[in-house]
């Protein structure tokens, strides 16, 4: 380019440069292997589904379908806010517990106690 110093022609690449590389880093992805993970330390649920929705400018959200459905029969929700790190997900849905099984074992306790006397 004629007229155009080489520092100028420089700082025009960058420019364009930094304008390409940026949106790459906007739909960066939290892979799966880290919800697994983070599913496997910190509940019962192993999945056997997973998968994601992006979420406007809050993050994206995962659902994933347990294997052992017992205290999570409609499978479990996270949340992650930032993109970039993982470590800032947030699991959203509580485990069951199922009352009337403990109240039920309760009984047999009772039961199995009372006859032994």
Aim: glycine residues 4%.
């Amino acid at each position: 380019m004629p007229g155009v110093t080489p520092t100028i022609r420089v700082c025009s690449v960058a420019v364009v440069l930094v304008v390409l590389i940026r949106p790459a880093a906007l739909h960066a992805a939290i892979p799966e292997y880290q919800i697994v993970r983070l599913l496997s330390y910190e509940t019962s649920c192993r999945p056997r589904e997973l998968s994601s929705e992006d979420m406007d400018d809050s993050g994206t959200r995962f659902h994933a379908v347990c294997q052992n459905i017992t205290s999570y029969p409609d499978g479990i929700e996270l949340h992650c806010p930032d993109a970039l790190d993982p470590y800032k997900c947030l699991i959203k849905t509580e485990p069951r517990r199922f009352e009337a099984m403990n109240s039920l074992q309760n009984q047999v306790d009772s039961g199995t106690k009372a006859s032994h006397k």
